[in-house]
């Protein structure tokens, strides 16, 4: 059976010309996620060496029935973390609930509650669909300036570039997972994700609901305040 080849494969000119092409297609691919890495990295550290902030940004991450996945679990752990070691006083978890079946926000929101946390230092948002929309409601609707930035380090960096560009003066704490399947599916989804974001920084969009201005976050912080 033979099969088309692409026009002037047959000469090695064409050849070269092809490979060339291919090896800038790559490139090319790749550039945004090399971007996020250089620009990002110096910001991301540990639940120990973060600078404390007022406020943490948990990013939602999955639900196995109806309870956190063990990868937002373990996002949800390092808050808990920051929190008690005073290095935050508030939690913002963002996620989606855009179905009454569906919602990562109230799961979020318990599961820090049930080890300790008081209802009012977890605030939650039921609209962060994806990472800018998270980041730009937490600036927007929810009037956050400084944050640390919860989740694996495979997408810390990009959640990082996304709410600077919202206005957030964010550093990240990057949660490390053994390096199984999942890890490196989301490793490879990084590479077009970081495209998409950066059009997002490029553009600064609406996020997908917008909506009226939430006191949640100031109501959490003070009552950090009067202790």
């Not at 059976?1 to 070269?16: A, D, F, K, V």
């Not at 990295?41 to 973060?50: E, L, R």
């Not at 409601?137 to 930035?149: E, N, T």
């Not at 919860?150 to 997972?177: K, M, N, P, W, Y």
Request: hydrophobic share 45%.
């Amino acid at each position: 059976m033979l099969t088309r080849r692409p026009p002037g494969w047959g000469s090695r000119r064409g050849q070269r010309r092809w490979f060339q092409a291919l090896v800038v297609c790559a490139a090319l691919g790749v550039t945004p996620d090399a971007w996020l890495f250089v620009t990002q990295a110096h910001k991301i550290g540990t639940v120990q060496s973060v600078p404390a902030a007022p406020v943490a940004v948990v990013f939602g991450a999955g639900l196995m029935d109806g309870r956190p996945s063990p990868y937002l679990a373990h996002r949800l752990d390092a808050a808990l973390e920051l929190y008690r070691a005073h290095k935050v006083q508030a939690i913002l978890v963002t996620g989606d609930n855009g179905t009454r079946e569906y919602d990562e926000t109230d799961a979020m929101r318990a599961y820090l509650i049930e080890r300790g946390v008081p209802g009012v230092r977890v605030v939650g948002d039921y609209a962060g669909f994806d990472t800018w929309d998270s980041c730009t409601r937490a600036h927007r609707v929810f009037g956050v300036d400084r944050a640390v930035l919860i989740s694996q380090t495979f997408h810390v960096r990009r959640a990082l570039a996304l709410c600077r560009a919202a206005g957030i003066d964010a550093s990240g704490v990057g949660v490390e997972e053994w390096h199984d399947t999942t890890w490196h599916y989301g490793e490879v989804r990084e590479i077009g994700s970081a495209a998409k974001a950066f059009l997002n920084v490029v553009v600064r969009p609406d996020p997908t609901f917008l909506g009226r201005h939430e006191d949640g976050v100031a109501k959490a912080l003070a009552d950090a305040a009067r202790g």
